[in-house]
């Protein structure tokens, strides 16, 4: 059975940082391109950022770059998100995704992912 499991979240002041986690079991890592997704109350999911499964393209929401870093580690299948300069805006529930590669499959859609995680809450103190 497939499962991506996030750790990592918690309560932060703004202008701190977190680091979460993504550790997938049940598939090989780097057969996957990952995701990181989130979603604030009342809003719509949002794309964050997203790495190719050998890590040759990286991508990131105008909202987070120079802040946040998405690494992965294939041989630890895991795949973390680095938070720097946390803003209350950030405020979200974080979810991870495993996208299978497809040519011309867009790493912003959500819809394009096949494999999600249950979520870890982050949240930015003003």
């Known amino acids: 059975q497939v499962q991506l499991v996030e750790s990592g979240g918690g309560l932060v002041q703004a202008g701190g940082s977190l680091r979460l986690s993504c550790a997938i079991s049940?598939?090989?890592?780097?057969?996957?391109?990952m995701g990181w997704f989130r979603q604030a109350p009342g809003k719509e999911r949002e794309f964050v950022a997203a790495?190719?499964?050998?890590?040759?393209?990286?991508y990131y929401a105008d909202s987070v770059k120079g802040r946040f870093t998405i690494v992965r580690d294939n041989s630890k299948n895991t795949v973390y998100l680095q938070m720097n300069s946390l803003k209350f805006e950030d405020t979200a529930v974080y979810y991870c995704?495993?996208?299978?590669?497809?040519?011309?499959?867009?790493?912003?859609?959500?819809?394009?992912?096949?494999?999600w995680g249950q979520g870890t809450q982050v949240t930015v103190s003003s």
């Open positions: 995704a495993s996208k299978t590669p497809k040519i011309g499959a867009s790493y912003l859609r959500g819809a394009n992912y096949d494999g």
């Open positions: 049940g598939r090989t890592l780097s057969n996957y391109d």
């Open positions: 790495i190719s499964r050998i890590g040759g393209r990286i």
